[in-house]
């Protein structure tokens, strides 16, 4: 069950961020035409770029924390019996999880809602939607936490394993 919710969410997220960053793609090369061939600088796809430069890493770093495939430092955790170290990362786990529920998620809900009446000056767009990045990464990270607390308390997951060989 929870190896599906996982492959689920990771198809969802991974599918999102490639056509985002396709989309991306497409818009730079329509911001090099229409600046160098046409001679009439795009006004909006340099902030259409930023914007999506925000989403896209919110959600890629929650897709990474999922993978548990993120930045660690195991010199003392290395020397750790299995037991210890399985404690240990339920700890980090637990740990992203507090950070994605009360600063991304209410944090980024807060930003967003403060920022809706602010009109972004190309595109139009209020600015609480750039910043819906942050809860919705929140709460996507939030799950593959949780996720991965189970896989790591049951014993589904081995500390030092990631969580794509689950």
Request: glycine share 4%; with cysteine; charged share 15%.
């Amino acid at each position: 069950m929870i190896n599906r919710v996982r492959k689920t969410l990771d198809r969802i997220i991974v599918s999102v961020c490639s056509i985002w960053l396709l989309a991306m793609v497409a818009m730079t090369c329509w911001q090099i035409i229409s600046r160098y061939l046409l001679g009439v600088p795009s006004t909006y796809s340099e902030e259409f770029l930023r914007f999506s430069l925000v989403w896209v890493s919110m959600l890629t770093i929650a897709y990474v924390v999922g993978l548990r495939k993120h930045v660690r430092f195991t010199l003392f955790s290395d020397k750790a019996s299995e037991k210890a170290q399985r404690y240990w990362q339920i700890f980090i786990e637990l740990a992203f999880l507090a950070f994605a529920v009360f600063i991304l998620v209410q944090g980024g809900y807060h930003a967003s809602s403060i920022t809706m009446n602010q009109i972004s000056p190309s595109l139009g767009l209020p600015m609480g939607y750039v910043y819906l990045a942050l809860p919705i990464a929140g709460a996507v990270l939030a799950l593959y936490s949780l996720l991965n607390c189970i896989q790591l308390f049951t014993g589904e997951m081995a500390p030092d394993e990631e969580a794509s060989n689950a």
